[in-house]
């Protein structure tokens, strides 16, 4: 046992949460939640992460840290025409696939298949109005987002992963001191949940649902199993897709998100800055687990906090923690020559935020981008 064990895991909690934060009240917004629902989502959130990962990493001894899925919350942000009972059915369906995927391996080999260029374009696409939102922000509002923008430059040098962090604290302190912080006392509250009626509606579960399963599963837990993989721990796949997709079910009708894998912040709990031993990093977990039972009671607060702050404020948070998810997309995307020109569609259609039969412009970028694959493909064995 080490003190690195402990700060690891606290530092992988407190950037998954705060990092990410803003991105989950605005996608709350964006369904018509209240305040109530937004702080019932981001409670069960946090208790999903706390039973997840605390289960899986004492059962299997390896350091599996779950998360929220921060492209999915991007993607029901950017979506219109949900309501909170059709965000939750979405919500019902993507975890209901991800355990059907633990069961069905033809299903999960499926999955795999999807070129992941095409995945990481319709990715790019959903991230795009987020990032560029920080600069429509700056305009609106200069003196308060420049700044912010200058610091996450300059956190970047020395801390990549707490970068967003130290905006998120930093941005609230200048809020606050620049007068433009709504009123608080009123809306800090105990910790509650609220039950949300399920309401599935096809072009909803097409449109979003399917989608949110895509890039949970393409943008999330397969990076996830990767992470754990290039630090030499075999991840059991089966059960940790089975169990997060079960949280996931169980957690919806509070208006949670789908629970996953971690990425990013996994690595910092499974290298070696946390422990020389690999056998000893499981540690993490616990300790990672307590931590969001903490972030879990104080979730409500944390909630009403950010949704005082100034709306140029919000997006400002949102689209700097999306800038490295942003970046690996489209590195991911125009990584192949042979899947750029069907990555570019994908990225294009998904960007325009065109909806077609009720069915947003996620689902047709994927349905475009495999079209111009299959065509590409097609005229190459002709020649």
């Not at 990962?53 to 919350?73: E, K, V």
């Not at 990013?264 to 800055?273: E, W």
């Amino acid at each position: 046992m080490r003190p690195s064990i402990v700060i690891s895991a606290v530092v992988a909690a407190l950037v998954g949460f705060g990092g990410t934060l803003a991105l989950i009240v605005a996608a709350s917004q964006a369904v018509g939640a209240s305040e109530a629902q937004t702080s019932s989502a981001v409670i069960g959130l946090c208790l999903s992460m706390a039973v997840t990962t605390a289960w899986l990493s004492t059962r299997y001894r390896l350091p599996i840290i779950t998360a929220w899925s921060t492209p999915g919350a991007a993607l029901i942000a950017a979506s219109s025409g949900l309501t909170p009972n059709t965000a939750v059915g979405a919500f019902l369906f993507a975890g209901a696939l991800i355990v059907v995927t633990a069961a069905v391996r033809p299903l999960g080999a499926l999955v795999q298949r999807l070129p992941v260029p095409i995945a990481a374009a319709m990715l790019a696409g959903v991230l795009f109005h987020f990032v560029t939102s920080v600069f429509t922000s700056a305009q609106a509002n200069p003196l308060l987002v420049l700044p912010l923008v200058a610091l996450f430059l300059l956190a970047r040098r020395f801390s990549p992963f707490g970068s967003v962090l130290v905006v998120l604290v930093a941005g609230i302190a200048y809020a606050f001191a620049l007068g433009e912080v709504k009123p608080l006392a009123a809306a800090l509250h105990a910790p509650a949940v609220t039950l949300i009626p399920p309401s599935f509606d096809l072009q909803i579960l097409l449109g979003i649902g399917l989608p949110l399963y895509l890039v949970t599963m393409a943008s999330q837990n397969l990076p996830g199993f990767a992470v754990l993989r290039v630090s030499n721990y075999e991840p059991p796949a089966a059960p940790i897709l089975a169990v997060t997709g079960l949280a996931s079910l169980l957690t919806a009708p509070i208006g949670s998100l789908p629970s996953n894998l971690a990425a990013i912040t996994a690595s910092i709990c499974t290298g070696p800055d946390t422990h020389p031993d690999p056998a000893k990093r499981w540690m993490t977990g616990p300790f990672y687990a307590a931590s969001y039972l903490l972030l879990a009671i104080g979730g409500a607060s944390m909630v009403a906090l950010i949704g005082a702050l100034p709306a140029a404020l919000v997006a400002t948070f949102a689209g700097l923690a999306l800038t490295g998810s942003l970046m690996n997309a489209l590195a991911t995307a125009m990584g192949d020559t042979a899947f750029r020109f069907p990555a570019i569609i994908t990225l294009a259609v998904t960007a325009s935020g065109v909806t077609m039969g009720g069915v947003g412009s996620a689902f047709w970028g994927l349905v475009a981008g495999l079209a111009a694959l299959a065509v590409d493909h097609a005229g190459r064995r002709r020649a």
